[in-house]
């Protein structure tokens, strides 16, 4: 499967964006899915992870609350939707994806197979 991110920009502290991600090549319907970002001279950090059926859903504590991870099988394409950004959320974000249909999300979940290009987001104070 193929993953396209897409929806990053510049928006002021206390703005919303959404990030789309879109699958070719295979649908998401037994897929685990998530996003991952990489702040500007820092590491990777998982952001969130939303398994298949929905059956287990994690998110990093730095954005509990506002960020929402979601998806739409029959379009083939999940979400994140962020409000009350902070510049400390200022970075890459990757979408990911695993045909695993058992994989569970959490904290410590495996790396999963499948990552797309990153989209920028950027947020100004």
């Known amino acids: 499967v193929q993953l396209q991110a897409s929806g990053g920009g510049l928006v002021q502290a206390g703005g919303s964006l959404r990030l789309s991600c879109a699958a070719s090549?295979?649908?998401?319907?037994?897929?685990?899915v998530g996003w991952f970002r990489q702040p500007p001279g820092k590491a990777r950090e998982q952001v969130a992870c939303l398994s298949s059926g929905d059956r287990s859903i994690y998110y990093a504590d730095f954005v509990k609350g506002r960020f929402t991870i979601s998806r739409d099988n029959v379009s083939g394409t999940f979400f994140l939707r962020m409000t009350s950004l902070e510049p400390e959320d200022t970075a890459a974000y990757h979408c990911?994806?695993?045909?695993?249909?058992?994989?569970?999300?959490?904290?410590?979940?495996?790396?999963?197979?499948?990552w797309g290009q990153g989209t920028l987001v950027t947020v100004s104070s």
């Open positions: 990911i994806a695993d045909p695993d249909p058992d994989y569970y999300c959490s904290e410590y979940g495996p790396p999963m197979r499948h």
């Open positions: 090549g295979s649908t998401l319907d037994n897929y685990a």
